[in-house]
Nanobody, 116 residues
Framework: QVQVVESGGGLVQAGGSLRLSCAAS????????MGWYRQAPGKEREFVAS????????NYADSVKGRFTVSRDNAKNTGYLQMNSLKPEDTAVYYC?????????WGQGTQVTVSS
């Protein structure tokens, strides 16, 4: 059974920073690609960033490019999302997804609130 747990969310002022963590257990973390998604109230869940199994390839939504950085430490079975220069429109529940082929697992999400 694979479990995914996000942490690190909270309340921050605009311009501030947060680092989210995604801890995976149950199978070797390095077997999976990892992605971050977010869902704001009344909106659909949207892609934020992703990183390949080895960490050698990353992708970002245009809205976060240059501000967010996705990374992973396979030795610690943990992935990260460093969020800088946060804006009120970044307010959402952030979800971690680990996946490989048809297999995919979601965490429960962590709330990020950015005040203006």
């Amino acid at each position: 059974q694979v479990q995914v747990v996000e942490s690190g969310g909270g309340l921050v002022q605009a311009g501030g920073s947060l680092r989210l963590s995604c801890a995976a257990s149950g199978r070797t973390f390095s077997w999976y690609d990892m992605g971050w998604y977010r869902q704001a109230p009344g909106k659909e869940r949207e892609f934020v960033a992703s990183i390949s199994r080895s960490g050698g390839s990353t992708n970002y939504a245009d809205s976060v490019k240059g501000r967010f950085t996705v990374s992973r430490d396979n030795a610690k079975n943990t992935g990260y999302l460093q969020m800088n220069s946060l804006k009120p429109e970044d307010t959402a529940v952030y979800y971690c997804n680990i996946n490989r082929g048809a297999l995919g697992y979601w965490g429960q999400g962590t709330q990020v609130t950015v005040s203006s």
